[in-house]
């Protein structure tokens, strides 16, 4: 495909102002363990500071606050929509846009669902994106949001629709935590090490267990995140 010109850069800096491991699809409540839920009338609130809350899945819906196109203008933003692929900052960084579904085994998040005319329906959350850098004479730089996509599928989908094949550093969350994403940790840290970054970062919804499966497999390349860390790529 490669039908967008990303121009290269020569250093990527990430500061990570919030990172940290509360996940709301663990479900590892138990007689011992309870978790925060930091939920107000079913809608998701802030009286605990994290990347995702943490609720018993099987016995409870949440309800997202919903998000108006006229807030974001209203709040002096510029919106623009587009399933495609856009560059930005002068084209040194690219928005993945919908991230196509094509390994056999990122199937998405089973229990989200969305309203649309009075019926529930499965949400794909295509909305969740990520962007990439080319760092000059390095590779691609791929910053995930949640990988509701697959972490396999965004990262190869940064190769294809960017021509480079060399990848630099994966970072962000991958959402294989929990009863729903545990079984396929194993395959996608395989195809992640067929790939073969120079770094591999997980983060948040990435889940403890994919996290210590990541490093026992890719020790030399794994880098353990934390609130307060930055990471800087240079050429």
């Not at 190769?159 to 994966?170: L, N, P, Q, S, W």
């Not at 497999?217 to 790529?233: E, Q, W, Y």
């Amino acid at each position: 495909m490669a039908d967008q010109i990303l121009k290269t850069v020569e250093k990527v800096e990430i500061l990570t102002l919030q990172d940290n491991y509360i996940e709301m699809t663990a479900t590892d409540n138990s007689a011992v363990v309870t978790r925060a839920i930091p939920l107000k009338d079913g809608f998701f609130r802030q009286p605990v500071l994290a990347e995702h809350g943490k609720v018993p899945v099987r016995d409870m819906k949440i309800f997202f606050s919903p998000l108006e196109r006229e807030q974001i203008t209203a709040a002096g933003l510029k919106l623009i929509e587009s399933p495609s692929p856009v560059t930005l900052l002068d084209d040194t960084v690219l928005f993945l846009g919908e991230i196509p579904h094509e390994t056999d085994f990122e199937k998405g998040f089973p229990i989200a669902h969305y309203q649309e005319d009075g019926q529930e329906k499965w949400d794909p959350i295509e909305d969740d994106t990520s962007i990439v850098m080319h760092l000059k004479g390095k590779g691609l730089v791929v910053i995930s949001g949640c990988a509701h996509a697959g972490i396999v599928n965004t990262v190869n989908y940064a190769r294809e629709v960017t021509g480079i094949d060399k990848v630099h550093a994966v970072m962000g969350g991958f959402h294989l935590s929990g009863i729903f994403f545990e079984g396929i940790i194993a395959r996608t840290v395989e195809e992640i090490k067929k790939i073969n970054p120079d770094y591999i970062i997980p983060c948040h919804c990435t889940g403890r267990k994919a996290i210590m499966e990541f490093e026992k497999a890719m020790p030399d390349k794994f880098i353990l995140n934390m609130s307060g860390t930055k990471m800087t790529f240079i050429t």
